[in-house]
């Protein structure tokens, strides 16, 4: 939605819905439209958001290469890119103080290993957790009783470094989703 466009008001635009229900009053109307006139409201607020967001400048640059433990062994944050110039890395709930993941970051990784293959031809996918890479690892087998088509590994080694947004959530009590791209002039993430 570009800046010069005009828009029709809300309220007008769900003043000429025509689906209605049978029997309804005038009052459900009324209340109806006007929730309408909110959601479109919240859309088109939400795309304002989404365009500030694609407009952002490039972040900060990374400032090593943190180490982190798949279960191939030892990797470096740059190698997670493979051949690919972005990579999204999503930082699971499941620190040394759990026995298990978060059962809702389960579930979230479980519907995005749904779309993995899709994903993976444009940009690198990882996700990491607190948890030693054995405990990641057993908890990734027994979700679904599947494995992940995405790099699963581990920050047990590295300390939380504050300048990997995703990585910087204290003894994993947050999830959080980020992504990094790799300028080829410098080879630093961002």
């Avoid at 433990?69 to 999204?88: A, I, N, P």
């Avoid at 990734?140 to 080694?157: D, I, M």
């Avoid at 003894?171 to 080879?187: E, I, N, P």
Wanted: charged content about 25%; glycine content about 4%.
């Amino acid at each position: 939605m570009s800046d010069n466009t005009i828009l029709i008001r809300a309220a007008e635009l769900a003043a000429k819905n025509k689906t209605h229900f049978p029997n309804e009053s005038s009052e459900y109307r009324q209340a109806r439209n006007h929730l309408l006139s909110e959601e479109i409201e919240l859309r088109r607020h939400i795309e304002r958001v989404a365009a500030l967001r694609r407009a952002l400048p490039a972040g900060g640059e990374i400032p090593e290469d943190y180490v982190l433990v798949s279960s191939k062994g030892v990797v470096r944050l740059s190698q997670l890119f493979g051949d690919k110039d972005t990579l999204v890395i999503y930082s699971m709930m499941f620190g040394p103080q759990r026995e298990r993941a978060c059962p809702m970051c389960t579930a979230m990784l479980s519907s995005w290993d749904g779309t993995a293959g899709n994903l993976r031809e444009r940009v690198a996918l990882a996700v990491t957790a607190r948890s030693p890479i054995e405990a990641s690892s057993t908890s990734k087998e027994n979700v679904a009783g599947r494995t992940y088509r995405f790099t699963l590994t581990s920050k047990e080694t590295t300390p939380a470094p504050m300048s990997v947004p995703t990585m910087a959530t204290p003894l994993a009590s947050q999830s959080s989703l980020a992504a990094m791209a790799r300028f080829a002039t410098s080879g630093v993430e961002r």
